[in-house]
Antibody, heavy 119, light 111 residues
Framework: QLQLQESGPELVKPSETLSLTCTVS??????????WNWIRQPPGKGLEWIGN???????YYNPSLKGRLMLSVDSSRSQFSLRVTSVTAADTAVYYC???????????WGQGTLVIVSS | QSVLTQPPSVSAAPGQTVTISCSGR????????VSWYQQIPGTAPKLLIY???KRPSGIPDRFSGSKSGTSATLSITGLQTGDEADYYC????????????FGGGTKLTVL
């Protein structure tokens, strides 16, 4: 059974870099059918797609966040990672990682991790 | 402001039917498949519908989806109190090199 688990600091200072890792178990991150995604949800608000990465390293980013994002993948560790630079309070959110079949559905999702941007 | 438009809230009594709309444009819903997610507060979203109208294993047939042009609809029949949750539509947008998009979410209240 495929499982995804987010990990990383819960508190990040404004202007610094937010870094999260998603560990994949139960399936190969090199499966050619899937992309690996980051999605976030600010407290009390809706879902926002951040970006995704293919096992080859090809990436797609949300145009509204492009320039502050970097996604990477480490197939040997079955992990993919997110970096968001120059964070502000607006980046405070629950961050989810999720598998995506091609350009289609997101399933499954990790349990999510709350990241707070505050000094 | 979300790329896909959903009503903020819907409500209905137990046993009744409710529909949730999701409106987009040709670059997203018009040319890509739609999926729907259920999110109970405090938990991660769960896939309900994929490829516009397919249900994953374990999802009751009370949940159904459809798509026409640049809009999609989620229908829930035989409402139960356990269906009270937030519902999101999602798809891909072909503009700007391609990116994922979601609706703003709809809060379902079972009266």
């Amino acid at each position: 059974q495929l499982q995804l688990q987010e990990s990383g600091p819960e508190l990040v200072k404004p202007s610094e870099t937010l870094s999260l890792t998603c560990t994949v178990s139960g399936d190969s991150i090199t499966n050619p059918n899937y992309y690996w995604n980051w999605i976030r949800q600010p407290p009390g608000k809706g879902l926002e797609w951040i970006g995704n990465i293919y096992h080859s390293g090809v990436t797609y980013y949300n145009p509204s966040l492009k320039g502050r994002l970097m996604l990477s993948v480490d197939s040997s560790r079955s992990q993919f990672s997110l970096r968001v630079t120059s964070v502000t309070a607006a980046d405070t959110a629950v961050y989810y990682c999720a598998r995506q079949r091609g350009r289609r559905e997101f399933d499954p999702w990790g349990q999510g991790t709350l990241v707070i941007v505050s000094s | 402001q979300s790329v896909l438009t959903q009503p903020p809230s819907v409500s209905a009594a137990p046993g009744q039917t409710v529909t949730i709309s999701c409106s987009g444009r040709s670059s997203n819903i018009g040319n890509n498949d739609v999926s729907w997610y259920q999110q109970i507060p405090g938990t991660a979203p769960k896939l309900l519908i994929y490829d516009n109208n397919k249900r994953p294993s374990g999802i009751p047939d009370r949940f159904s989806g459809s798509k026409s042009g640049t809009s999609a609809t989620l229908s829930i029949t035989g409402l139960q109190t356990g269906d009270e949750a937030d519902y999101y539509c999602g798809t891909w947008d072909n503009l700007s090199g391609g990116y994922g998009v979601f609706g703003g979410g709809t809060k379902l209240t079972v009266l």
